[in-house]
């Protein structure tokens, strides 16, 4: 590592206060339902022990429990831990919700019969001992499911504009690797077998217009706000005028002017431990 590059610490650190700023759970809920058909395509049996990582504000875990799982969920940002608790005791759900690191589990091995991780898990620095942590807490023939954003997604084009105004932490592995196909299937090799792709279509539908939804991000949305944030008022306003004409030309609300409608998509993976 480069004596001027951040130690992987201090990179967790930053990301762990960049997805507790703003309101993630107000994001989420603009993709639930698209978790609870996530979950139902799972099929996970009931009464089997489900880990859900980087369970951000409960929109796996809480549908999981509602399917009758064991369900456990770890994200290292606390306040949105204590949302994800606030919805499963809404529903009179059963949910262990715990701080902890994808790439150090807090769980003995083989301590789930599946593990899942939707839109979680790929923002962790060292994709490398992230595969090795999903296979070490899976029992043998134990199921994973991910969901990714590909690199050639909506979200990644959001990525691309992001970068260009406020550079990304350097020496980490872009996150929106594991949306690609060949990346995944060579991560997971050693731990797993019947690896399964496909690519499934997720819209954002925003009841603002394009400029209404920049500021829905940077108000909102860790990773936007923390962006800004780092950035003087001039550079603010270029970053936020480029969103903007990035969100403006994929929407394709009825009426634009009230509505923002984008079609995005993402790679769910499927495979078994070995």
């Given at each position: 590592?480069?004596?001027?590059?951040?130690?992987?610490?201090?990179?967790?650190?930053?990301?762990?206060?960049?997805?507790?700023?703003?309101?993630?759970?107000?994001?989420?809920?603009?993709i639930?339902k698209?978790?609870?058909?996530?979950v139902?395509?799972?099929?996970?049996?009931?009464?089997?022990?489900?880990?859900?990582?980087?369970?951000?504000?409960?929109?796996?875990?809480?549908?999981?429990?509602r399917?009758?799982?064991v369900?456990?969920?770890?994200?290292?940002?606390?306040?949105?831990?204590?949302?994800?608790?606030?919805?499963?005791?809404?529903e009179?759900?059963?949910?262990?919700?715990?701080?902890g690191d994808?790439?150090?589990?807090?769980?003995?091995?083989?301590?789930?019969?599946?593990?899942?991780?939707?839109f979680?898990?790929?923002?962790a620095?060292?994709?490398?001992?992230?595969?090795?942590?999903l296979?070490?807490?899976l029992?043998?023939?134990?199921?994973?499911?991910?969901?990714?954003?590909?690199?050639?997604s909506?979200?990644?084009?959001?990525?691309?504009?992001?970068?260009?105004?406020?550079?990304p932490?350097?020496?980490?592995?872009?996150?929106?690797?594991w949306?690609?196909?060949?990346?995944?299937?060579?991560?997971?090799?050693?731990?797993?077998?019947?690896?399964?792709?496909?690519?499934?279509?997720?819209?954002?539908?925003?009841?603002v217009?394009?400029?209404?939804?920049?500021?829905?991000?940077?108000?909102?949305?860790?990773?936007t706000?923390?962006a800004?944030?780092?950035?003087?008022?001039a550079?603010?306003?270029?970053?936020?005028a480029?969103?903007?004409?990035?969100?403006?030309?994929?929407?394709?609300?009825?009426?634009?002017?009230?509505?923002?409608?984008?079609?995005?998509?993402?790679?769910?993976?499927?495979?078994v431990?070995?």
């Amino acid at each position: 590592m480069n004596s001027s590059e951040p130690s992987i610490e201090q990179i967790k650190e930053s990301m762990r206060a960049t997805w507790m700023a703003g309101d993630f759970g107000v994001v989420a809920k603009i993709i639930s339902k698209d978790a609870e058909a996530f979950v139902t395509r799972l099929g996970i049996d009931p009464g089997s022990r489900v880990l859900d990582v980087a369970t951000g504000t409960g929109n796996v875990a809480v549908p999981l429990a509602r399917s009758g799982c064991v369900v456990t969920g770890v994200d290292i940002a606390p306040n949105l831990l204590e949302q994800a608790r606030e919805r499963a005791k809404a529903e009179g759900l059963t949910v262990t919700f715990d701080e902890g690191d994808a790439e150090k589990l807090p769980y003995p091995d083989a301590s789930f019969d599946a593990v899942v991780t939707m839109f979680g898990a790929m923002f962790a620095p060292q994709p490398e001992q992230v595969a090795s942590e999903l296979a070490r807490v899976l029992r043998p023939g134990g199921l994973l499911g991910m969901a990714n954003w590909k690199p050639e997604s909506f979200t990644g084009a959001m990525s691309g504009v992001s970068a260009k105004h406020v550079a990304p932490p350097p020496g980490v592995t872009p996150p929106l690797l594991w949306g690609d196909d060949a990346t995944v299937r060579k991560r997971l090799a050693e731990g797993f077998t019947e690896i399964e792709t496909r690519v499934i279509p997720i819209d954002f539908n925003l009841p603002v217009n394009p400029a209404g939804v920049v500021q829905f991000f940077r108000e909102h949305f860790g990773p936007t706000k923390v962006a800004f944030s780092r950035l003087d008022e001039a550079r603010q306003a270029a970053f936020a005028a480029d969103f903007e004409v990035l969100w403006a030309s994929a929407n394709i609300a009825p009426d634009p002017s009230k509505q923002t409608l984008i079609r995005n998509e993402y790679l769910e993976v499927r495979a078994v431990r070995k």
